[in-house]
């Protein structure tokens, strides 16, 4: 059976060569005997997965030394509260309210102290994300800013690293986690979950800084405390060892096959310029962002008629274009193009989304 195109935005589509060498590692991983899924996370064997897999992803973000990587579970959305149960304790923290995700890491981080909304497209249904003279001060005194660098239910995604001031910059990075360079070494904190950009779901990755662990809160639960986990190299419980071997298979993917993260950026480009270049050739699609905030990860769109997008979600994943259907609390359709996606899925879509125009248009 052929496989067929996936615009999932998460667990979403994973690179071919990887998925073939995950194929054969589940058997067996080298000349070990064991299959990846198989070993433990104590052995050495594991020991040289998660230490190549973190030394790839360092030297992809340009980290410095203070920065360490961190595979933690609970999904990116765990990270909404135990950032700030570690870091605000009280304070104030800054957040750009930029999507559904944004919202929900705000609403969790006041339980810890007062949070600042330096910006808020949510009165406009997340339409668009800030230009840097819309973020609003805060004063002085915050601990962190925080944002979401790709919104996955609106479309949007900033395209320049917001000026956090005197405070902490930290980041969920979760759908466009190494889609393009940036210099890593900016942040003090950065999360994503895997199922997007990395792997299956199941393991987080977490940047936190070495220099900030002394002043996070000691009598947090020990899983809950970065300092704990940065001691215990990720391993204060058993790790997800699976997904940790895949994540460091895509940024082997990315440095050796795709020339790094300006490599993968121009196919990004590339993709998403073909999407919304069909959206706006007649004016049967409608995008649904505000196009100086168009994601590269998930290009969403509309034809303005709620039973016409169902019939052409419907009819796509009939013909093998599988998850086109917009997020539940949205409607309307989005193609995810992550790192991953194929330029033949790509075509496929185009070709299809000009067929059902010339059919319903």
């Not at 466009?176 to 900016?186: A, E, V």
Request: hydrophobic share 40%.
């Amino acid at each position: 059976m052929a496989r067929i195109h996936n615009f999932s935005a998460g667990p979403a589509v994973l690179p071919e060569p990887v998925l073939r060498r995950t194929q054969a590692a589940l058997w067996e991983y080298g000349d070990s005997g064991l299959g990846i899924a198989e070993c433990s996370h104590r052995s050495a064997l594991f020991e040289g997965v998660i230490q190549a897999a973190r030394e790839r992803i360092t030297r992809l973000l340009h980290l410095d030394e203070d920065q360490v990587v961190l595979f933690l579970q609970g999904g990116a959305r765990s990270q909404f509260y135990m950032w700030p149960a570690n870091v605000l304790r009280g304070g104030r923290a800054v957040y750009l309210n930029t999507g559904r995700w944004a919202d929900l890491a705000a609403a969790d981080a006041a339980r810890y102290g007062t949070v600042h909304t330096a910006f808020s497209s949510k009165e406009a249904g997340w339409d668009r994300v800030p230009s840097p003279g819309e973020i609003s001060s805060a004063g002085d005194g915050a601990v962190y800013l925080h944002y979401t660098s790709n919104n996955t239910v609106a479309g949007t995604e900033f395209s320049q690293i917001p000026d956090a001031g005197g405070a902490i910059l930290a980041c969920d990075m979760s759908s466009n986690f190494l889609s393009r360079p940036i210099d890593g070494s900016r942040f003090g904190f950065v999360y994503a979950g895997a199922q997007k950009n990395l792997g299956p779901s199941g393991v987080t990755v977490v940047i936190v800084r070495r220099s900030l662990l002394p002043r996070m809160d000691p009598e947090l639960p020990a899983m809950l405390q970065y300092a704990k986990q940065v001691e215990r190299d990720s391993m204060l419980n058993t790790p997800c060892t699976f997904g940790i071997y895949v994540i460091g298979e895509v940024c082997r993917w990315l440095e050796e096959d795709m020339g790094g993260l300006r490599g993968i950026e121009s196919r990004n480009i590339k993709q998403s310029e073909r999407i919304y270049a069909e959206i706006d050739r007649t004016g049967f699609w409608k995008g649904k962002v505000a196009r100086s905030s168009r994601s590269r990860m998930n290009v969403t769109f509309s034809s303005g008629d709620a039973a016409l997008d169902t019939a052409f979600h419907t009819s796509a994943a009939a013909g093998g274009l599988s998850g086109l259907k917009g997020h539940s609390s949205v409607g309307g359709l989005r193609a995810s193009l992550y790192n991953a996606q194929t330029d033949e899925a790509v075509d496929a879509l185009v070709e299809f989304m000009r067929a059902f125009e010339q059919t319903h248009g």
